[in-house]
Structures are given as C-alpha cells and as structure tokens.
Nanobody, 120 residues
Framework: VQLQASGGGLVQAGGSLRLSCAAS????????VAWFRQAPGKERGFVAR????????LYENSVKGRFTISRDNGKNTVYLQMNSLKPDDTALYYC??????????????WGQGTLVTVSS
C-alpha cells in the first residue's frame, strides 16, 4: 500500500490544520494507522493511532485534547485534525500503516511526510 500525506502548512499559534493520509494500491481498511512527527534535530515520535474500525484511538500526552485522529474507510483516508497548535508542534508529520501501537518499528508502510510549521 502507498500512503500520501497532505495538508501541512504554515499556521500561527492557536490555529488549526487538518492532515490527510490517503492510501492507494490496496485498501487499508483492515490496518491500524498512526501519525508520527519529527522535529528538526529530534527523533521521530508518536502522535496518534486509530484502529481499523475507528473505534479505538491512542494519543501522545502532549496532543491529547487538541488533536483528533479519524478515518473514512470508504475513502481510504485517515485524518489528523490539529487544533490549538503550538510552536512545539512544528515538525514533519508522517502517516504509517500496518502497526498496532506507538512503536514506529511496528509499521510497515510510510507516507512521505507533510511539513507543519507553527509560528509564535
């Protein structure tokens, strides 16, 4: 499966963005999908994960209450709604499929990343 992440951009602190992760090649409706991010000079870190049906989600502590992960299996797309953005959220955001939890090593399929820049 090929993943295409989009929706990044430049936003002021307190603003919102919605990232999309679209799958092609095959459906990923049976896969959990996660978002990770990598800020300059830092390791890639877990952001959020949604299970195959959308009934279960998991968030990294710093984004709880601000970010919402969702999916539309009919459109083969997973979303990350990001509200109340902070400069610390600035990073390259990646979507990944095929894993289960917050460990990036579990995921077999990765998108190319979309850049989110939050200005203060």
């Amino acid at each position: 499966v090929q993943l295409q992440a989009s929706g990044g951009g430049l936003v002021q602190a307190g603003g919102s963005l919605r990232l999309s992760c679209a799958a092609s090649g095959r459906t990923f409706s049976n896969d959990a999908v996660a978002w990770f991010r990598q800020a300059p000079g830092k390791e890639r870190g877990f952001v959020a994960r949604i299970n195959w049906s959308g009934s279960s989600t998991l968030y990294e502590n710093s984004v709880k209450g601000r970010f919402t992960i969702s999916r539309d299996n009919g459109k083969n797309t997973v979303y990350l709604q990001m509200n109340s953005l902070k400069p610390d959220d600035t990073a390259l955001y990646y979507c990944a499929a095929g894993g289960l939890g917050p460990d990036a090593r579990q995921y077999n399929y990765w998108g190319q990343g979309t850049l989110v820049t939050v200005s203060s």
